[in-house]
């Protein structure tokens, strides 16, 4: 049973684009949205998170839009950089649960 | 100052022996955790501690082992090690509830 569910596995966007990751959930019980960003080599770290009392949080070029009635996210990078080229993890928790579950990953790719 | 700090980062070993993965978080945190993260970059939680208490427990088979000394640091145990263990093992902390601030990770390669 996969809890949260991302698209696209891979995304190939040219400097200067816009690049957008969606994630779905489906534990009403959520209430903590992260997003997290991974280098090869490195572990996850923290990038922007969202919880569901706002429908939208920026912080420089990158921006989480949520839609607590649809239960989906999505992370938007403006201006995408060769530099962002890594892994991008949607993330849920709560319900009183520590537990973190992960979606599957997506590939950016930034081509110069 | 690497906050959460794992060791060894790379592990090679055979089949059947068994080995130990450390960490330790100077970040103060009373919260640390074990993930597994697959061939496919598939991260999945296996063990959480809470002060030196397990709080979670994922379907996790019982050759693997972890162990808190104090809440500074999660060390995992694995016994009678199987090919389908190779992966990179990532230890992270938290005060309390999330977020989580990751290790770089322990790639194990079982041959």
């Known amino acids: 049973q996969q809890q949260v569910k991302q698209s696209p596995q891979s995304l190939i966007v040219q400097k200067g684009g816009i690049s957008i990751i969606n994630c779905a959930y489906e534990n009403t019980a959520f209430d903590y949205f992260p997003w997290y960003q991974q280098f090869p080599g490195k572990g996850p770290a923290l990038l922007i998170a969202?919880?569901?009392?706002?429908s939208e949080k920026k912080e420089g070029r990158f921006t989480i839009s949520f839609n607590k009635s649809a239960k989906q996210f999505s992370l938007h990078i403006m201006d995408s950089q060769p530099g962002d080229s890594a892994t991008y993890f949607c993330a849920a928790s709560g319900g009183g649960s520590e537990k973190l579950v992960f979606g599957k990953g997506t590939k950016l790719t930034v081509n110069p | 100052d690497t906050a959460v700090s794992q060791t060894p980062k790379y592990l090679v070993t055979q089949m059947g022996n068994d080995k130990s993965i450390k960490c330790e978080q100077n970040?103060?945190?009373?919260?640390m955790y074990w993930y597994k993260q697959d061939s496919k970059k598939f991260l999945k939680i296996m063990f959480s501690?809470?002060?030196?208490?397990?709080?979670i427990n994922e379907t996790v088979p019982n050759r693997f082992s972890p162990k808190s000394p104090d809440k500074a640091h999660l060390n995992l145990h694995i016994n009678s090690l199987e090919l389908g263990d190779s992966a990179v093992y990532f230890c992270?902390?938290?005060?309390?509830?999330?977020?989580?601030?990751f290790g770089n990770g322990t790639r194990l390669t079982v041959t």
């Open positions: 992270a902390s938290s005060q309390g509830p999330p977020p989580l601030h």
């Open positions: 969202i919880r569901p009392d706002v």
């Open positions: 970040l103060g945190h009373d919260t």
């Open positions: 501690y809470n002060n030196k208490e397990l709080i």
